[in-house]
């Protein structure tokens, strides 16, 4: 059983794609082991914003039994590509997000391999363009490349999610450097650490 709260940071609010978040925290709804448990960590977290995996979730089944039903209610939700290797998966993936979930958000992730489960770069950045052109707030998911990050936020990107560590790793930043790197170039648009973290 989970209890109490993470307690909310008192920096000025997190503004992403036009709207304003107190929680600077984003959680995500994968590997819990039941879906009770999932609710009872999304709800403790104090979080506003919430990822679902397109690709692993069934969007469309609104029963009683559903995914939907273990989602807190006040929590925005953040569809993202998790598992597409190639931009036209994703891009067909971010779409269908978009006519399920009724978000222009989306969290694209492209990733290049099945080893390392780094992103793909190159195509992040034309389905960044694709779907900035189509409406889409994209937070766009990648390596901890300065110079990817300002072509992101160039390209209109919403947020650039930079990685700390590669998804999964769990080892924090790796690369300080990069990230201070990237902190100074992105400007107008939020930048979210993003995998690998392993803690809040």
Do not use: H
Request: with cysteine.
């Amino acid at each position: 059983m989970i209890t109490g709260t993470i307690s909310e940071i008192k920096d000025p609010p997190l503004l992403i794609a036009g709207k304003n978040y107190s929680s600077r925290l984003i959680v995500g709804t994968g590997k819990y082991k039941t879906l009770d448990l999932m609710k009872e960590a999304l709800e403790a977290s104090g979080a506003q914003m919430v990822t679902v995996a397109v690709r692993r979730v069934d969007l469309a089944d609104r029963s009683e039994k559903s995914f939907w039903q273990y989602l807190p209610k006040d929590m925005d939700i953040l569809p993202n590509t998790a598992g597409c290797y190639n931009l036209t998966d994703a891009l067909r993936y971010a779409r269908l997000a978009r006519e399920l979930v009724n978000t222009d958000l989306i969290k694209l992730e492209i990733i290049a391999d099945t080893k390392t489960l780094l992103p793909d770069t190159e195509a992040l950045l034309e389905g960044t363009k694709i779907l900035e052109k189509e409406g889409f707030k994209v937070l766009a998911y990648t390596n901890d490349d300065p110079i990817m990050a300002r072509k992101l936020e160039e390209a209109g990107a919403a947020a650039v999610m930079p990685l700390a560590a590669p998804i999964g790793t769990g080892r924090g930043v790796l690369n300080p450097l990069n990230i201070q790197f990237i902190r100074e170039i992105v400007k107008s648009v939020p930048l979210i650490l993003d995998a690998g973290v392993g803690t809040a």
